[in-house]
């Protein structure tokens, strides 16, 4: 694709930055290891560097091959992901990582279309993958991407609208340096995070500044432009603690929700907070009708911020008088709760809560 004149000198720019001045750091930058970036790409997918770093290099300890973590149980690596959140994502990474150690015998896909195949892996990642490991010729366009080409051209489309989304994709490929596309796609997604950045842009010592035409009409904070946001809805969780002999009753969430794969208690959820006497009348009612049991303990509300989503969780800690197994439940001892991966919002009530206090 031919370049204008203000695209051609902007990429001549930017890579003129990325040469001299850009100095950031990362284990993954110069790699080559497709397995390497799709893993670092994929955990930085919602995540931010500074957490996503010790889980990267976690992984790559526990996992150094595809073939090493198509190998795993799902408990395991759901565990080592545990915190990281957007629970799909480690889904569709072992997936992929089978696919890839069965169907492809071992051998990472080497085109765009082939890696896009994977599961779990977009137009972002596939183009990231393609272009810093085999040095094909795709843009990446992510939210550091939108943010620079919006504020460098002054660009009010919003970023996921259908028009702004392929303009912006046609964009970044027109600015592409199609002759070193993993270098360009560096340097621009470092200049998004340490100079163009989201609040606070460096602008007065922004190597790009004399040309930039945010800049110069005064309009740098407010691009790029948005779409409405989505209303954020709240949820209660009222989770039963049962207790028979040292065994905990828990369960795998299997259904397409958040957390999915992940292990809870017995789950009751209602439309808003319930008090301690609407609890007991509620369980009775609805979940623990044929049990025998006795409330030890009710928790005070924890709470998890989720995208559009905050969770409101309260624990209560029965104590049941005789042994019975609801449908897709199980007993797991005590001591095994911690090998086993639980959502933050309830590994959080066990650290605070039942295993400091004693009942």
């Known amino acids: 694709m031919k370049k204008d004149s203000a695209t051609e000198k902007f990429t001549q720019l930017l890579m003129l930055w990325h040469k001299k001045y850009n100095k950031r750091e990362m284990p993954w930058k110069g790699e080559k290891d497709p397995y390497k970036i799709w893993l670092s790409e994929v955990i930085l997918q919602q995540t931010r560097v500074e957490q996503g770093l010790d889980y990267y290099l976690r992984f790559l300890k526990a996992y150094p091959t595809v073939k090493k973590l198509a190998d795993a149980s799902d408990n395991e690596v759901y565990k080592l992901w545990e915190g990281l ?33 994977l599961k779990g892996v977009g137009p972002y990642t596939a183009a990231a993958i393609a272009s810093f490991a085999f040095d094909l010729p795709y843009a990446v366009v992510d939210g550091n991407v939108n943010r620079v080409l919006s504020r460098y051209f002054n660009i009010d489309f919003a970023i996921d609208s259908t028009k702004g989304k392929q303009f912006f994709n046609e964009l970044a490929l027109e600015a592409l ?27 007065s010592d922004c190597f790009l500044q004399k040309s930039c035409l945010s800049l110069k009409n005064g309009t740098v904070n407010a691009l790029p432009v948005k779409g409405k946001k989505i209303a954020k809805k709240h ?6 603690v049962a207790e028979y002999g040292n065994k905990i009753l828990v369960k795998k969430r299997l259904n397409k929700d958040i957390w999915q794969n992940l292990h809870e208690f017995i789950l009751l959820e209602t439309e808003s907070y319930l008090s301690p006497e609407q609890i007991d009348q509620t369980l009775a009612i609805k979940e623990l009708e044929n049990l025998k049991y006795k409330i030890i303990h009710i928790s005070d509300s924890f709470k998890q911020q989720l ?11 029965i104590k049941m008088s ?35 206090k004693q009942f």
């Open 177 to 203: 340096d199609q002759g070193a596309s993993a270098l360009y796609n560096q340097a621009i997604m470092d200049f998004g995070a340490t100079v163009c950045k989201p609040q606070l842009p460096l602008c």
């Open 85 to 117: 959140g957007y629970y799909s994502r480690c889904k569709n990474l072992l997936s992929a990582a089978r696919t890839i150690a069965g169907e492809k015998k071992g051998k990472f896909p080497n085109t765009y279309q082939s890696i896009l195949e």
């Open 235 to 240: 949820r209660w969780f009222y989770y039963i």
């Open 322 to 356: 005789r042994k019975i197994i609801p449908e897709g439940m199980g007993f797991a001892d005590k001591d095994d709760l911690l090998k086993l991966a639980f959502p933050r919002l309830i590994n959080g009530y066990m650290e605070q809560e039942f295993w400091s």
């Open 307 to 317: 995208t559009h989503q905050t969770v409101h969780a309260v624990f209560i800690h």
